[in-house]
């Protein structure tokens, strides 16, 4: 079975994490290195459950169902994290129109 564009996402973001958190054993992680770390754990949260409903072959898209704050532009959105209300609202049960 040939990876998902959803699983490249999660192994790229999982490989960028691991390597942050190398960087914040030595010590040499800065703020800027906090912040990235906090986007990509939100980002793997909502990634991991859209592959769930990718495994339970419901038709899911990184562009329709997740926007990576990290490629938005600045003007898309005050606060990057909430690009994602569509499935966190679907998660809740609380579908909208």
Do not use: N, Q
């Not at 996402?9 to 490989?15: H, Q, R």
């Amino acid at each position: 079975m040939a990876r998902s564009e959803i699983m490249r996402k999660i192994e790229a973001l999982s490989e960028e994490r691991e390597r942050l958190l190398a960087r914040e054993g030595s010590h040499h992680a800065g703020a800027g290195d906090h912040r990235r770390l906090e986007d990509i754990d939100h980002s793997l949260g909502v990634l991991w459950d859209l592959r769930r409903r990718e495994l339970a072959g419901e038709y899911v898209g990184l562009d329709e169902d997740f926007l990576d704050p990290a490629t938005m532009s600045s003007t898309a959105s005050p606060t990057p994290r909430c690009t994602c209300w569509r499935l966190a609202s679907w998660v809740l049960g609380r579908r909208s129109a």
